[in-house]
């Protein structure tokens, strides 16, 4: 129990495209959803923490504009990096929380490996 | 603001050895959970053992355990008879169960990379 999908796995884009990554919850229902940034051989560094049906909190640092995050659903929550740059290229990473889960613990996705040329 | 360390960047063991992974952090908060997670090169974080700050007893899950010492703010991570499987890096984390916002962030260490040799 407590799956928890990304998709894309892997994604390459132009610069100045808009790319939408999404995180699923497959047999929970995530009240809220962590989004996370990891450069290579690095820690996780938190983005944003959405709970369902409200608007995601960023973390300092973090471009609301730029990385929109939507959390519309208990089982869906998605992060579009606006106006991509190879600045933005990463490794993002989701995680969800919620009851039918351990208390509070996160749950990860896979990851999606976005690269901008 | 809590804050984890940990002060091993890279370790190595032996294949069937056992090695210890450290972690301190640092609170003012009573009620939190630890956490190590694993990140083998596929990059999915997987749960390696939990720990509830209220349970004096470590805990353990078949070869890994923890040497939780609340009053010294350390939690490290022990993994006996080491497999090649365990190579991965090791995340230590922090979860603050009195978090106002209800939100349950968690604080992650910088990891250690952690390589079984055969």
């Known amino acids: 129990g407590a799956v928890v999908s990304q998709h894309p796995s892997w994604v390459i884009c132009k610069s100045g495209t808009s790319v939408k990554i999404e995180c699923r919850s497959l047999d929970f229902q995530a009240t809220t959803m962590f989004w996370y940034r990891q450069f290579p051989k690095q820690s996780l560094m938190l983005m944003a923490t959405?709970?369902?049906?409200?608007?995601?909190?960023?973390e300092q640092g973090v471009e609301k504009d730029k990385f929109l995050i939507n959390h519309a659903s208990l089982t869906l929550s998605t992060l579009t990096v606006t106006s991509a740059h190879p600045e933005d290229s990463s490794f993002y990473i989701c995680?969800?929380?919620?009851?039918?889960?351990?208390?509070?613990?996160?749950?990860f996705g896979p990851g999606t490996r976005l690269t901008v040329l | 603001a809590q804050t984890v360390t940990q002060s091993q960047p890279e370790m190595s063991v032996q294949e069937a050895e056992t090695v210890t992974l450290s972690c301190t952090y640092d609170t003012s908060e009573s009620n939190y959970y630890l956490f190590w997670y694993k990140q083998p090169p596929s990059r999915q974080m997987i749960l390696v053992i939990r720990?509830?700050?209220?349970?004096?007893q470590n805990a353990t899950e078949n070869r890994f355990s923890v040497n939780f010492q609340k009053a010294a703010k350390s939690f490290s991570l022990k993994i006996s008879d080491s497999q090649l499987g365990d190579t991965a890096m090791y995340f230590c984390?922090?979860?603050?169960?009195?978090?106002?916002?209800?939100?349950?962030?968690?604080?992650f260490g910088t990891g250690t990379r952690l390589k079984v040799l055969a």
């Open positions: 959405s709970n369902e049906g409200s608007k995601a909190t960023y």
């Open positions: 720990q509830e700050a209220y349970k004096q």
């Open positions: 984390a922090f979860m603050n169960l009195g978090d106002a916002s209800g939100t349950y962030k968690y604080i």
């Open positions: 995680s969800a929380s919620g009851p039918g889960g351990r208390g509070n613990e996160q749950f």
